[in-house]
C-alpha cells in the first residue's frame, strides 16, 4: 500500500481485538509511536483523496475550539455511507472431517453453506426458517465444522438501473425486419418487441440502440408480458444491461432563468462587493419581505462566473424546500443539496459531486460546512441568528455560523451573514468595524410592513369572550381571512396536544420515569411522551394516585390549536407544521406545497413557520402563549423572543393583496419588548440589551463555557461539580465561575445535571490557554477511581 497511499483518504483499522473501524489518513511520515507498537493498516479505501487538506485543518481547529476529540469531528462530519461496516459470515471449515458427528439439522445447514460458499447470520435463518440460529451456530463451532470471519465492506453502493436492447446482430434494420415478421406468430413477445420500437426507433436510427430502455418501461406497463421479455433475453434477441446513475434530481437546463434585482437590492449587491476588499466578513441586515434571497442569488450568479465554489447555510430542512425550487431554476444542476433527512448514499453522492466538480454550489442546513470544498469563494449563512445552527448532541457542540466563519478564513473565502434580526454578537462585530454592515429598510415591490394588533388577554377571559385558546379577536379574523379567500398562520411555540395532564382531586401529574419533566399529552398517538428522552405510556383513564376519573389536560401545544380550530371553525382546511408532522423525508415539501397552492387555509407551526418561508397569499398570522418566550429565565430571553417574534410577523402580508395583519395575544400589553417589534425597532433592542450584557458580563463581551456534570446519583453529580468547581475557582477566580447550579430540567435519561458557568472576558484572557487548564481540571476529575462513571460536557458559546 505504501506507494498508494495518501494524505485525506480512508483506510480501514483495528481497534482493539475485535473492533475494526473506518480511519482517515492525516499524514505521512516515517517517525513511528514511541507508546505503544504500529498495526499494519489493513486496507486502502480510496486512490485519491476524498478529504481535502482543508477539512483537516478545520477537523482539527474544531477539536480544539469545541473541546472534543478530533475524531469526534470526524464522526459527525463524514456521512454514514462513507464509513465502513463489518458483517459475520459463516464457512464451511475446510479441515473438517467428521460428518458422523452431526445431526440432520447440523449436516443439510453445512451442505446449504457449501453450497453458496459463505452465508450471513441473516441468510441462514431464512433457509433453515428459524429467527434465532445463534445456538445451532455454536453447536458447529464447537465441532469445529464452521469458522466465522468478519466481511468488511462500504456501506455506500451506488445507485443502478437495468436497460433493455437489442444485441449487435439485430441491431442491424434488415435482420430487425425479418426478426419481427417471425414473432408475428408468438403476439406476446411481438408486443414486448414493438414497445421497444416505439421508444427507440432502431429502424430510422441503429445508433440509439446502444442507449437501450429502463427495464421498467415493460415490467410496469399492463397488458406487456414479463415471460415473454425473459424469453427474448434467452434467445439472445435483447440483453439486459445495469447504468450507474445519480439519486440526485437535476433541473432541466432549459427553466434557467437569470434573476431581476430591484434598485433597493442592486445598492445592497453592489454595497456588498465594496466592503467585500476591505472585510472578509458583512452582515447583511434586511427587514423580513426586502428581497435578501435575490441580493444571494446574485451575488452566487457571480461568484460562479469567477469558477469558486459556493456554500449557501440555511437553518432548517423546512427552509431549503422551499428555496430550493427557486435556486434551481436559476442555476440548475451545478447545485447540490446536502441536508440530514438525504439517505446516507444520497449524502455521499453529494460529497463525492463536490470532489469531483460536479457541484461548484451546495445548499444545505449546518452540516454542509464539512463538504470537501477545495476551491470556495463565497459562504452565504442565511437567518444568521438561528439557535438551529447549534449542535447541542453529540460533540463538537459548534455553532455553524461561527465554524463557516472560520472556513471562509482558512479558503480565503468571502461571507456574507444574512438576517432581518442579527444576533447580538454579529450586529456587536458590525458596529465595532470587525465586519462590514449593509442594510436593506424597505420591503421588496409595493409591499408594505404589517399592521400589529395586541389582544389584552386579560380582558378577554374577565369579558368570557375566549373560545378556548382563541380569543373573540383571532378567531373572527382567522375566519375573515378564509371568506376572503386568504390564508393564515398560527403560531405557538411548543408541540403536542397539552403539557402534562393533571388530577383535579390529588393534584397528580404526569411525569417522566427518566427525566424531571412532564410528559406531554399527544392526542393523535394518543400517549404520554417525553420530548427529552423519548419515553411512551399510555393514557391513564383514571387518577394513578387517588383513582379519580378527573384527570384533564394542561396547557396547549400546536395539536390542541389545530383540534379546537377544527371545531370552531370547521369549513377551514388546516395543516400542522412542527416535529411531530415532519418527520418523513417529503413531509416538509408536501405541507409547504399545499400551502403554496391555496389547498390549506391555516398553518398551524413552531418555530418552523418562522424562519424566512414567503408565501404569497398569508395576510395574517396569529401568535400564541407570547408571555412564556418573554419571561423565559435566560439572559437571551429577550433577543430571542424580540427575533421570533419578528420573523413570524414578517410572514404576512409580504405580497399579498391587502396589507398583512399580525395578532398577539398577551396578558402584559403594554411590554416594552411589544413595542419594539411592533415599530420594528431592532436599534433599541439592541443598544438596550448591550448595555445590560456590558453590565453584568455576558457576550460578546465575554465568552462562555458550560460544564455539565452528569451521573445517575444526584449525590455524586453535586460532589462533583462542586469538586471541579472549586479547582476551576482556585485557578480563574471566583468572578469567572459559576456554580454549580443545577438546571431547569435537572435530571434526563435518569442521569442528574450540575452546570458551572465559566466567563471569561474577549480582551483580557488566552482563551486557548485556559481551555487547555480547564480540560486538565477535567481529566484531574474523571481520573479519580471513588467518582465511577462520571461524565462531564463541555460546551463552548452555549446558545
Avoid at 131 to 137: D, F, G, H, W, Y
Wanted: aromatic share 8%; hydrophobic share 40%.
Amino acid at each position: 500500500m505504501a506507494p498508494d497511499i495518501v494524505a485525506g483518504a480512508r483506510v480501514v483499522v483495528q481497534f482493539g481485538k475485535g473492533r475494526v473501524l473506518t480511519a482517515v489518513v492525516v499524514s505521512i511520515h516515517d517517525t513511528p509511536p514511541q507508546a505503544y507498537n504500529a498495526r499494519y493498516i489493513l486496507e486502502l479505501l480510496d486512490q485519491k483523496p476524498l478529504i481535502t487538506p482543508q477539512q483537516l485543518e478545520l477537523f482539527k481547529w474544531m477539536s480544539e475550539y469545541y473541546m472534543c476529540a478530533v475524531g469526534e469531528v470526524m464522526n459527525v462530519a463524514l456521512p454514514s455511507g462513507l464509513k465502513i461496516s463489518n458483517q459475520s459470515k459463516v464457512q464451511v471449515n475446510p479441515d473438517f472431517d467428521y460428518p458422523e458427528l452431526l445431526t440432520p439439522e447440523e449436516t443439510f445447514l453445512v451442505e446449504e453453506i457449501t453450497r453458496h460458499g459463505m452465508l450471513t447470520y441473516e441468510e441462514i435463518g431464512r433457509i433453515i426458517e428459524k429467527k434465532n440460529v445463534t445456538r445451532l451456530i455454536k453447536s458447529l463451532i464447537s465441532k469445529r465444522t464452521v469458522i466465522i470471519f468478519e466481511e468488511i465492506r462500504e456501506k455506500y453502493q451506488p445507485k443502478s438501473i437495468s436497460r433493455i436492447r437489442l444485441t449487435e446482430p439485430y441491431a442491424d434494420p434488415s435482420r430487425l425486419e425479418e426478426l419481427v415478421n417471425s414473432l408475428e406468430k408468438t403476439p406476446k413477445q411481438l408486443d414486448v418487441m414493438l414497445r421497444y420500437l416505439s421508444h427507440i426507433p432502431v429502424f430510422n436510427n441503429p445508433g440509439l440502440n446502444a442507449k437501450g430502455l429502463e427495464k421498467s418501461v415493460f415490467t410496469q406497463s399492463a397488458g406487456l408480458s414479463g415471460s415473454a421479455l425473459a424469453t427474448l433475453i434467452k434467445k439472445g434477441v435483447f440483453e439486459q444491461f445495469e447504468v450507474k446513475v445519480s439519486r440526485i434530481a437535476e433541473a432541466a437546463p432549459e427553466n434557467l432563468k437569470e434573476v431581476q434585482l430591484s434598485p433597493g437590492q442592486q445598492r445592497a449587491s453592489g454595497e456588498i462587493h465594496h466592503l467585500f476588499h476591505e472585510k472578509s466578513v458583512v452582515l447583511l441586515h434586511g427587514i423580513t419581505g426586502s428581497g435578501k434571497t435575490e441580493v444571494f442569488i446574485d451575488l452566487i450568479a457571480q461568484a460562479l462566473k469567477s469558477d469558486v465554489q459556493v456554500l449557501y447555510l440555511l437553518p432548517e430542512i423546512a427552509l431549503t424546500t422551499q428555496i430550493v425550487s427557486r435556486l434551481q431554476k436559476v442555476f440548475g444542476s451545478k447545485m447540490g443539496i446536502y441536508h440530514s433527512r438525504f439517505s446516507d448514499n444520497e449524502r455521499v453522492e453529494v460529497w463525492k459531486g463536490v470532489v469531483e466538480g460536479r457541484f461548484q454550489f451546495v445548499i444545505g442546513v449546518r452540516s454542509a460546512v464539512f463538504l470537501p470544498f477545495d476551491n470556495l469563494g463565497l459562504i452565504i449563512v442565511d437567518e444568521e441568528h438561528e439557535n438551529s445552527y447549534k449542535q447541542f448532541d453529540p460533540a463538537p457542540r459548534y455553532n455553524a455560523r461561527d465554524v463557516a466563519v472560520m472556513l471562509g478564513f482558512m479558503h480565503k473565502a468571502k461571507v456574507l451573514l444574512g438576517s432581518a434580526t442579527p444576533s447580538l454578537e454579529s450586529y456587536y462585530n458590525a458596529r465595532s468595524g470587525q465586519y462590514g454592515l449593509v442594510s436593506m429598510r424597505e420591503r421588496y415591490g409595493d409591499a408594505s410592513l404589517p399592521e400589529f394588533v395586541i389582544i389584552d388577554m386579560k380582558k378577554e377571559r374577565k369579558q368570557k369572550t375566549l373560545k378556548e385558546e382563541f380569543s373573540s379577536v383571532l378567531l373572527e379574523a382567522v375566519r375573515g381571512n378564509i371568506k376572503n379567500g386568504e390564508q393564515s398562520i398560527l403560531f405557538q411555540n411548543r408541540r403536542g396536544y397539552a403539557p402534562w395532564l393533571q388530577c383535579e382531586d390529588c393534584d397528580w401529574i404526569s411525569e417522566c420515569l427518566n427525566c424531571d419533566v412532564t410528559l406531554t399529552y399527544h392526542m393523535r398517538e394518543a400517549e404520554l411522551r417525553c420530548h427529552y428522552c423519548g419515553h411512551r405510556e399510555t393514557i391513564p383513564r383514571t387518577c394513578p394516585h387517588c383513582g379519580s376519573a378527573r384527570v384533564k389536560t394542561m396547557g396547549y401545544g400546536t395539536e390542541r390549536i389545530e383540534s379546537q380550530l377544527e371545531l370552531l371553525v370547521p369549513e377551514a382546511r388546516i395543516q400542522r407544521m412542527d416535529l411531530d408532522t415532519t418527520r418523513s423525508k417529503n413531509a416538509y415539501t408536501e405541507i409547504i406545497r399545499n400551502f403554496e397552492e391555496n389547498k390549506t387555509d391555516v398553518l398551524v407551526g413552531t418555530q418552523m413557520v418562522t424562519k424566512g418561508l414567503d408565501f404569497d397569499n398569508v395576510s395574517m398570522v396569529g401568535i400564541f402563549d407570547v408571555d412564556r418566550l418573554i419571561n423565559f429565565p435566560e439572559f437571551r430571553a429577550t433577543e430571542k423572543a424580540f427575533q421570533l417574534l419578528t420573523q413570524v410577523s414578517g410572514r404576512a402580508g409580504r405580497r399579498a393583496k391587502t396589507r398583512g395583519r399580525v395578532l398577539i395575544q398577551t396578558s402584559n400589553p403594554e411590554h416594552e419588548l411589544l413595542r419594539w417589534v411592533i415599530s420594528g425597532d431592532y436599534r433599541t433592542m439592541y443598544e438596550t440589551e448591550i448595555v445590560e450584557r456590558a453590565n453584568f458580563g455576558y457576550p460578546p463581551y465575554t465568552r462562555l463555557i458550560k460544564l455539565t456534570v452528569r451521573h445517575e446519583d444526584a449525590a455524586v453529580a453535586l460532589e462533583s461539580a462542586r469538586a471541579l468547581a472549586d479547582v476551576l475557582t482556585g485557578q480563574l477566580g471566583k468572578t469567572r465561575v459559576l456554580g454549580p447550579e443545577a438546571p431547569l430540567v435537572d435530571r434526563v435519561r435518569n442521569r442528574f445535571l450540575f452546570d458551572i458557568l465559566i466567563k471569561l472576558e474577549r480582551e483580557k484572557v488566552n482563551f486557548k490557554a485556559v481551555k487547555s487548564l480547564i480540560q486538565e481540571s477535567v481529566n484531574e476529575i474523571l481520573a479519580d477511581k471513588t467518582k465511577k462513571h462520571i461524565q462531564i460536557i463541555a460546551d463552548v458559546d452555549p446558545a
